[in-house]
């Protein structure tokens, strides 16, 4: 006996039945979105507050580290490396100090930074369906912070030498003005030294090793001498702030209490930065301000 064919009431009876099953599986969806957003929302709402609470006792302890505090940042690393694992495109709320959260904007990164535009066209000047003309209707456009890798490099500078067929005279461009006299450290060499040193904390023999790790061979000794050198260079700066930081009505002051390493015994014995600041600006000075470590 042949099979009845299925009517037109059967078709949108099946149409309502699937749409039903979608609406439902949307539904289901939606729900447990809403969970894991809940969810997220909670965990960077914690790591928040644990970071303002952290920053509170930072400032408590004048900076003094303590076990608390380190269990604290310890704590806050693990959940922060959970959060990103599992919601890597959430944006996180920031909890102030009156436990109002507001939703972190998307923050473009620095104009000022140099740009390196890449412009991915299709691998076909085609359209691979048709094989019909392109037309341009608009592009998409993300930003991502890239890192150029840090490379040493020689700068070998060449003066030819040109002699006068007439008078036999002897022609060459002078010699270009060097930082150390018979040195071998150009200036942007030095200052990255010198950042690295005093803006960073680098100390010389660690600076040796990772330059080494390049394949810079240079001795320790080598660039001790030549940050007394740019101490040198420096001098005319440093005595300019100093003589105008004397002319001002008001200065501030600051002590910081630091380790400082004992040459060839292992230990740290205490020492202190101090600093001298002049900044009028907000009573409406005109003034630059500066700062002087003496």
């Known amino acids: 006996m042949s099979e009845q064919a299925p009517s037109i009431a059967d078709f949108f009876a099946r149409i309502a039945f699937l749409k039903a099953a979608v609406s439902a599986r949307d539904t289901t969806i939606a729900e447990r979105d809403e969970q894991l957003r809940r969810k997220r929302a909670e965990a960077a709402l914690r790591i928040h507050r644990l970071q303002l609470r952290i920053d509170r006792f930072n400032r408590k302890a004048f900076g003094r580290s303590s076990e608390k505090l380190g269990q604290m940042q310890l704590e806050l690393e693990d959940l922060e490396t959970d959060f990103a694992a599992s919601a890597p495109d959430l944006e996180l709320p920031i909890v102030a100090d009156s436990d109002k959260v507001r939703v972190l904007p998307v923050r473009k990164l620095n104009p000022n930074l140099p740009r390196n535009r890449i412009v991915r066209e299709p691998s076909r000047a085609c359209c691979p369906g048709c094989g019909g003309d392109l037309r341009a209707m608009g592009?998409?456009?993300?930003?991502?912070?890239?890192?150029?890798?840090?490379?040493?490099?020689?700068?070998?500078?060449?003066?030819?030498?040109?002699?006068?067929?007439?008078?036999?005279?002897?022609?060459?461009?002078?010699?270009?003005?060097?930082?150390?006299?018979?040195?071998?450290?150009?200036?942007?060499?030095?200052?990255?030294?010198?950042?690295?040193?005093?803006?960073?904390?680098?100390?010389?023999?660690?600076?040796?090793?990772?330059?080494?790790?390049?394949?810079?061979?240079?001795?320790?000794?080598?660039?001790?001498?030549?940050?007394?050198?740019?101490?040198?260079?420096?001098?005319?700066?440093?005595?300019?702030?100093?003589?105008?930081?004397?002319?001002?009505?008001?200065?501030?002051?600051?002590?910081?209490?630091?380790?400082?390493?004992?040459?060839?015994?292992?230990?740290?014995?205490?020492?202190?930065?101090?600093?001298?600041?002049?900044?009028?600006?907000?009573?409406?000075?005109?003034?630059?301000?500066?700062?002087?470590?003496?």
């Open 139 to 294: 592009q998409d456009s993300e930003e991502m912070l890239d890192l150029v890798a840090q490379a040493w490099q020689v700068m070998e500078t060449v003066r030819p030498k040109y002699s006068c067929r007439t008078c036999d005279k002897i022609i060459q461009a002078p010699a270009p003005a060097k930082a150390i006299a018979r040195g071998k450290l150009s200036y942007a060499a030095l200052a990255h030294i010198m950042m690295a040193k005093w803006g960073y904390h680098l100390p010389f023999y660690r600076q040796a090793q990772m330059m080494a790790a390049k394949g810079v061979d240079i001795e320790r000794s080598t660039l001790v001498r030549s940050a007394g050198y740019a101490a040198a260079l420096l001098d005319p700066i440093y005595n300019r702030i100093r003589e105008i930081g004397r002319t001002r009505t008001k200065i501030h002051t600051d002590e910081t209490r630091l380790p400082i390493l004992a040459p060839s015994t292992g230990k740290t014995h205490k020492g202190a930065l101090w600093i001298y600041v002049a900044d009028d600006r907000n009573s409406g000075s005109k003034e630059p301000p500066i700062a002087r470590y003496p």
